[in-house]
């Protein structure tokens, strides 16, 4: 069973305009939350995240809000811009579940139309 | 460039063979993760190490294994393939606890 899913397989959004990825995850144990952002041919690449003690963290133009009520975070990229085009994957991770891995939503390709 | 090196890049081979896939660390990191990335499974934790020593274990399959030498490089080891096993691979170091770094990824292809 799948404990974070990201719904939107694609997205496409205009350039300029905001883009808004989406993330849901099932197991409230979760208390830290990033975002990679992966280009063909290459791995993931961090981009932010946030603990589950803040529900909002900001850098340059990514934005990433947390509800934790409802286990529930996004991704704002605002503006868009054609080098955003990739997937994004959303990541979770349990910090007292000593030294275990991250746990990915299967990803949501973002297409950026100029 | 994230640090992480992996080779090789491609690797074809056929069903029931055994293959190494090795992993560099950035510089500094104690910690090396292996992932697994399959069409239909996404990313999937497989197994960590830290400073030699195993700390985890996610979805990884009797059939793999991993180890990390004193020099902190990392080898996963996968044998009696199948064409199931078909996925990219990827490494991740970090410092404890730290943001993962991932390498390029190994591709395998089965047949």
């Known amino acids: 069973d799948q404990q974070v899913k990201q719904n939107s397989p694609s997205l496409s959004v205009q350039e300029g305009r905001i883009s808004i990825l989406n993330c849901d995850y099932t197991n409230s144990m979760f208390d830290y939350f990033l975002w990679y952002k992966k280009y063909p041919a290459e791995g993931p690449t961090f981009l932010i995240s946030i603990s589950s003690i803040k529900d909002k963290n900001e850098d340059g133009r990514f934005t990433v809000f947390l509800n934790k009520s409802a286990k529930h975070l996004s991704l704002h990229i605002v503006p868009s811009q054609p080098g955003d085009s990739a997937v994004y994957f959303c990541a979770t991770l349990y910090s007292g579940g000593g030294a275990d891995g991250l746990t990915f939503g299967k990803g949501t390709h973002l297409i950026i139309q100029p | 460039d994230s640090g992480v090196t992996q080779t090789p890049k491609h690797l074809i081979t056929a069903t029931g063979q055994r293959v190494t896939l090795r992993c560099s660390p950035r510089?500094?990191?104690?910690?090396v993760y292996w992932y697994q990335q399959s069409l239909d499974q996404g990313l999937q934790f497989l197994i960590h190490?830290?400073?030699?020593?195993?700390?985890a274990k996610g979805n990884i399959l009797e059939r793999f294994s991993a180890q990390q030498f004193p020099d902190l490089h990392s080898e996963l080891n996968l044998s009696s393939l199948e064409l199931g096993d078909s996925a990219l691979y990827f490494c991740?170091?970090?410092?404890?606890?730290?943001?993962?770094?991932f390498g390029p990824g190994t591709r395998l292809t089965v047949l």
């Open positions: 510089s500094g990191d104690l910690s």
């Open positions: 991740a170091s970090s410092v404890e606890g730290g943001q993962q770094f």
């Open positions: 190490y830290y400073n030699g020593e195993e700390r």
